[in-house]
């Protein structure tokens, strides 16, 4: 449970499935998070790179955010907590 004024972070990321990660976050939520339709729909090279599912799979939890290579990709927290990362 989050406490006023405590900030949301990620705890976990899985594996799912496609670009389907379920991320834990610290207030308890748990859900799975598609990435596929952001990677998709982007015109940047650097972000369409991530659809290579060798580099989409080098994810990890850094101080409480979800990020790749060293933060060349991430999402806002909040973002991905309420699972909104068009």
Same mark, same amino acid.
Request: glycine share 6%.
């Given at each position: 449970? &989050?406490? +006023?004024?405590? #900030? &949301? +972070? #990620?705890?976990?990321?899985? %594996? #799912?499935?496609?670009?389907?990660? !379920? ?12 990435? /596929?339709? %952001?990677?998709? !729909?982007?015109?940047?090279?650097? &972000? !369409?790179? /991530?659809?290579?599912?060798?580099? %989409?799979?080098?994810?990890? #939890? ?8 060293? /933060?060349?990709?991430? %999402? ?11």
């Amino acid at each position: 449970m &989050i406490h +006023k004024g405590q #900030v &949301i +972070k #990620v705890q976990r990321a899985d %594996f #799912v499935a496609g670009y389907m990660l !379920r991320l834990t976050f610290n207030d308890g939520l748990a859900q799975e998070v598609d990435f /596929y339709p %952001f990677l998709s !729909r982007s015109s940047n090279p650097l &972000i !369409r790179a /991530y659809l290579g599912k060798a580099k %989409f799979m080098q994810f990890e #939890v850094n101080d409480g955010d979800l990020e790749w290579n060293d /933060y060349d990709l991430c %999402f806002p927290v909040a973002d991905l907590h309420e699972n909104n990362v068009d």
